[in-house]
Nanobody, 125 residues
Framework: VQLQASGGGLVQAGGSLRLSCVAS????????IAWFRQAPGKEREFVAA????????FYADSVKGRFTISRDNAKNTGYLQMNSLKPEDTAIYYC???????????????????WGQGTQVTVSS
């Protein structure tokens, strides 16, 4: 699976962005899709994930209520809608995918075999 992330940009605090993650391959629907982010000088952290079956979603506490992860299997695309953005959301955002994630590992970046190239999100105050 190859992943292509896009949709980043510069936005003022309180604004919105929608990130997209387009995947190659016909088995997209069987993959858990996740978003991680890495701010300057910090480790990469989990943001959100959506399971392949049933579409159950998971969020980091820092983005709950502001971000929404979704997927369109017909388009082989995952999305991250980001609302009420804050300067602390500034980071490079990466999409990731894997076909065999267990629930206890869904927020662990080491569990994901496939990664996109990252897209920069900058939120100005």
């Amino acid at each position: 699976v190859q992943l292509q992330a896009s949709g980043g940009g510069l936005v003022q605090a309180g604004g919105s962005l929608r990130l997209s993650c387009v995947a190659s391959g016909r088995t997209f629907r069987s993959y858990t899709i996740a978003w991680f982010r890495q701010a300057p000088g910090k480790e990469r952290e989990f943001v959100a994930a959506i399971r392949s079956s049933g579409g159950r979603t998971f969020y980091a506490d820092s983005v709950k209520g502001r971000f929404t992860i979704s997927r369109d299997n017909a388009k082989n695309t995952g999305y991250l809608q980001m609302n009420s953005l804050k300067p602390e959301d500034t980071a490079i955002y990466y999409c990731a995918a894997d076909a065999s994630i267990i629930l206890s590992s869904i927020g662990n970046e080491a569990s994901y075999d496939y990664w996109g190239q990252g897209t920069q999100v900058t939120v100005s105050s």
